[in-house]
């Protein structure tokens, strides 16, 4: 049959283009909101899951990755005697300032050291130069993203943090995360030098070598990769009952404390999920208005089509056809700017919007429900016609 | 007529429905040579305080194969007694046959399935949908009758050819002049050989020239097929169409 539904809805080119542009900002709104919330959550525990270490050992006060107190670094060789431990390494993360000594500028950065081609370091995050290079001392490799906040140029040029010189050996990508400032790189002494030196002091040429770290020196996490076919639940207890002081947290445990906190306590995933809501509602209501208007302005017809004898499902199907029309319409378009979107600012922002063709795929059933949903107010409409008004004129 | 054998084809009625719901609904006709009968109908409506008698204990027959003409003046009754006759509404009292089924007892989707299989409606402004062109306009009746597309094709383009429309098939009822309008409508009625025919003021929207002639064509191909017709209108130039002529004065029925 002549789909009246598809010919009604292109009857009226700009009333149509309207709608599906209203359609098309709330299927922009709904992906990129979640697109956002899915990206913002996993980039939160994007370190540890791209980590190949099996156990995060911290102090029992750690809220997430960013916020810990300090342990002893003595914990380091306590962790490495506990039978089953393969390999453990040191890391420190700590909020920081960058200094552009030249123009006396600064920005913040979070620091991280740790062992360089290690648990935290892996050299496949390398873009540029390598991680080794962080042997030297007051070497850094900062994240490409990173590059214009730092404003720093190319590799072996040098900036400071604290009063210490800061050269660029590598670049790495991706490594970026949005919870995080600046992400610099640099290795266990250089951090801990880092730390403890002066802020107000002039940035000295040329200091001493980072010395080792003693065991009382501070630092946030001990990472720690099992032997091979080890049960890390008794692990993680093996270590928490013999290293004292700390707790011992399963990758996956760590990166949902992470993303938890986050989502839960910082209120940014609360307001991100409001936003995809509000997509839906305006949807909703757009579409809603536009179909309620459409069986309005058409109400005749669907009178004519009862005179005729065409059943309640005919004409309900009627007007689904033309909501179902309009989700596709709207989600196509809808959906192709979201990409271009997620794409430029993956690529200029450093902030990812997750669209996954299993979130494509929700986005796609939700713009349906939520046409069809909308349809059900403009059958409202249409099942109290009475059809003796088709002699009306 | 071309194409008139082609047409008669699918002009047969269909007697394996009828037959079925009329064992469902077990009703018998006072008079089985009547198409339409209407018995004690009534209807009243409450407008504010006041009881409005709109039609008054209205006993009717229409024999089948007539070509009926309903007058009189603006306000009579008219539209609300072919709304009581086509099953849209219901009445106050009384009950009305058609083909010898009880119309008035049957259920809102029984009513609508009956109006798809023997009733088609000729409306005083055309009420063709706008955004299907003439030809699939005549086909969604026969669509909603269960006709799938090739077929309904074919017949929607007969039917054209029938009403003289033959090369007009994919224009838009805007494109169309009041005339031909009507005449598309003629075809969307006549679509899917329903046994009754009930137009509401045909030629309002017409010139005299135009009315007439579609009105000539419409007895023309109803009288071909056996078809009775129930024409609802106030224009005394198309009485020469009818076979039988009654008249609505206030609610009150009176045949000539
Ligand atoms: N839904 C209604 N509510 C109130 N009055 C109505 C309604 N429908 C029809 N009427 C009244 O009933 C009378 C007959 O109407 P109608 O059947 O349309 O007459 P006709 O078709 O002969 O002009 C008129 O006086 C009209 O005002
Ligand atoms: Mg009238």
Same mark, same amino acid.
């Given at each position: 049959m002549a789909s009246i539904a598809r010919k009604n809805l292109l009857e009226d080119i700009p009333r149509f283009l309207v709608a599906q542009i209203g359609i098309l900002f709330a299927v922009s709104l709904v992906t990129i909101q979640t697109g956002m919330q899915a990206g913002f959550t996993r980039s939160t525990?994007?370190?540890?899951?791209?980590?190949?270490?099996?156990?995060w050992v911290s102090s029992p006060s750690m809220e997430h990755l960013g916020l810990t107190l300090p342990i002893p670094y003595d914990r380091l060789s306590q962790v490495r005697r506990v039978a089953g431990v393969d390999r453990a390494e040191a890391a420190t993360i700590r909020l920081t300032v960058w200094r552009r000594v030249r123009v006396n500028q600064v920005t913040s950065i979070t620091l991280i050291g740790g062992e360089p081609n290690g648990l935290l370091l892996p050299s496949s995050k390398i873009t540029q130069g390598s991680f080794s290079d962080l042997r030297q001392p007051y070497a850094i490799v900062a994240d490409s993203a990173s590059l214009k906040t730092i404003q720093i140029q190319q590799l072996g040029d040098t900036e400071a943090i604290g009063s210490l010189p800061a050269k660029l050996v590598g670049l790495a990508k991706g490594t970026q995360s949005i919870?995080?400032?600046?992400?610099?790189f640099t290795s266990l002494e250089s951090a801990n030098a880092y730390a403890t030196s002066s802020l107000t002091a002039t940035p000295i040429a040329s200091p001493p070598a980072p010395k080792a770290l003693t065991p009382t020196d501070p630092v946030s996490f001990v990472l720690v990769q099992a032997q091979p076919g080890e049960d890390l639940a008794s692990l993680k207890q093996r270590l928490e009952s013999t290293v004292p002081g700390i707790r011992a947290y399963t990758r996956a445990e760590m990166s949902s404390r992470t993303q938890t906190y986050w989502q839960e306590r910082s209120g940014i995933g609360f307001i991100l999920g409001?936003?995809?809501?509000v997509g839906i509602i305006v949807g909703v209501v757009i579409v809603g208005q536009i179909l309620y208007a459409s069986v309005s302005d058409h109400i005749k017809e669907f009178g004519t089509l009862k005179a005729m004898g065409a059943s309640d499902w005919f004409i309900y199907s009627v007007i689904v056809e033309q909501a179902l029309w309009m989700a596709i319409l709207g989600y196509v378009p809808g959906m192709g700017m979201c990409l271009g979107v997620a794409a430029w600012t993956a690529a200029t922002q450093g902030i990812t919007i997750l669209i996954t063709p299993v979130s494509a795929i929700v986005v796609l059933g939700t713009t349906v429900l939520m046409c069809v949903s909308s349809a059900f107010f403009a059958i409202q409409k249409v099942t109290r016609v009475d059809p003796a008004i088709v002699?009306?004129? | 007529m071309p194409n008139s054998a082609n047409i008669d084809e699918f002009n047969q009625p269909k007697f394996s429905q009828a037959e079925s719901s009329q064992s469902r609904l077990a009703a018998v006709v006072p008079q089985p040579d009547?198409?339409?009968v209407a018995e004690g109908v009534e209807v009243s409506l409450s407008a504010g305080q006041q009881q409005l008698q709109i039609l008054k204990q209205i006993n009717w027959s229409i024999r089948a194969g007539d070509i009926q003409l309903l007058m009189g003046p603006s306000g009579s009754g008219k539209t609300t007694l072919l709304s009581v006759l086509a099953g849209l509404l219901t009445p106050t009292v009384g009950t009305v046959y058609l083909l010898g089924q009880n119309i008035t007892k049957m259920s809102r989707s029984q009513q609508a399935r009956f109006r798809r299989d023997h009733i088609g409606f000729i409306f005083q402004d055309f009420n063709l949908f706008p955004a299907l062109s003439a030809i699939e306009n005549v086909e969604t009746t026969l669509n909603l009758k269960g006709i799938h597309r090739r077929q309904s094709r074919q017949q929607a383009q007969a039917l054209l050819d029938q +009403?003289?429309?033959a090369d007009k098939g994919h224009q838009l009822p805007r494109q169309l002049s009041g005339g031909e309008k009507q005449? +598309?409508?003629?075809?969307r009625a006549l679509a899917g050989q329903p046994q009754l025919i009930l137009a509401d003021e045909p030629t309002a929207a017409l010139d005299s020239q135009s009315g007439h002639a579609v009105m000539e064509l419409l007895r023309q191909l109803a009288k071909d097929a056996g078809r009775t017709v129930l024409i609802v209108t106030h224009d005394p130039r198309i009485v020469d169409v009818a076979d039988r002529i009654a008249h609505l004065d206030d609610g009150v029925l009176q045949e000539d």
């Open positions: 525990s994007k370190l540890i899951d791209e980590s190949p270490a099996d156990i919870v995080f400032d600046n992400i610099i409001m936003g995809a809501v002699f009306k004129a | 009547m198409a339409i +009403v003289g429309l005449r +598309v409508a003629i075809a």
